[in-house]
T-cell receptor
Framework: LAKTTQPISMDSYEGQEVNITCSHN???????ITWYQQFPSQGPRFIIQ???TKVTNEVASLFIPADRKSSTLSLPRVSLSDTAVYYC?????????FGKGTRLSVIA | NAGVTQTPKFRVLKTGQSMTLLCAQD?????MYWYRQDPGMGLRLIHY???????AKGEVPDGYNVSRLKKQNFLLGLESAAPSQTSVYFC????????????FGEGSRLTVL
């Protein structure tokens, strides 16, 4: 069973910043927090990973509080091409189990 | 660099037929995984392997068998296909110590009539 909880869906207008929050109530000490993006008819794609505080790359930012019980994926100024399903996972040395993810719909 | 390649990409089977899905990776990865994804659902782990010659069950292993005879290949077999196995199958791989960053194939769409 997936160890994380996230909203089923979100809508946003183009150009807005989107924040998707995930609960990691069962995260282990040595687990990282990882986010994936999946477009229709494609396999998931790694977006970003972090352990604590803030991580930023060319695609997104990831915010992780000190207790690591939640994480927030931030997508700046979304476009229609950001419409996808986003998954958050606890990732360590165990096989990765995906939940149902958050379906983000970007509206023009 | 091809990454993760799945064959076939599409297949239609009749109930009771058998088939094998092949996953090949050229990144020298230790870990390999098979997932299935039903319409509107997340990915569910079928079987996985942490190295050549090893396999382990995931969340939904029933009706499937796997083999990892060579490090670069991970085979998923259906001995007697059932309509409930109609799905899109994804293979993924990664290295030991980098378990969070999976590289996925393009998927194999299987329909069982």
């Amino acid at each position: 069973l997936a160890k994380t909880t996230q909203p089923i869906s979100m809508d946003s207008y183009e150009g807005q910043e989107v924040n998707i929050t995930c609960s990691h109530n069962n995260i282990a000490t040595n687990d990282y927090i990882t986010w994936y993006q999946q477009f229709p008819s494609q396999g998931p794609r790694f977006i970003i990973q972090g352990y604590k505080t803030k991580v930023t790359n060319e695609v997104a930012s990831l915010f992780i509080p000190a207790d690591r019980k939640s994480s927030t994926l931030s997508l700046p100024r979304v476009s229609l091409s950001d419409t996808a399903v986003y998954y958050c996972l606890d990732t360590g040395n165990t096989p990765l189990v995906f939940g149902k993810g958050t379906r983000l719909s970007v509206i023009a | 660099n091809a990454g993760v390649t799945q064959t076939p990409k599409f297949r239609v089977l009749k109930t009771g037929q058998s088939m094998t899905l092949l996953c090949a990776q050229d990144m020298n990865h230790e870990y390999m995984y098979w997932y299935r994804q039903d319409p509107g659902m997340g990915l569910r782990l079928i079987h996985y392997s942490v190295g050549e010659g090893t396999t382990a069950k995931g969340e939904v292993p029933d009706g499937y068998n796997v083999s990892r005879l060579k490090k670069q290949n991970f085979l998923l077999g259906l001995e007697s296909a059932a309509p409930s196995q109609t799905s899109v199958y994804f293979c993924a791989s990664t290295n030991r110590g980098e378990a969070g960053e999976l590289f996925f194939g393009e998927g194999s769409r299987l329909t069982v009539l």
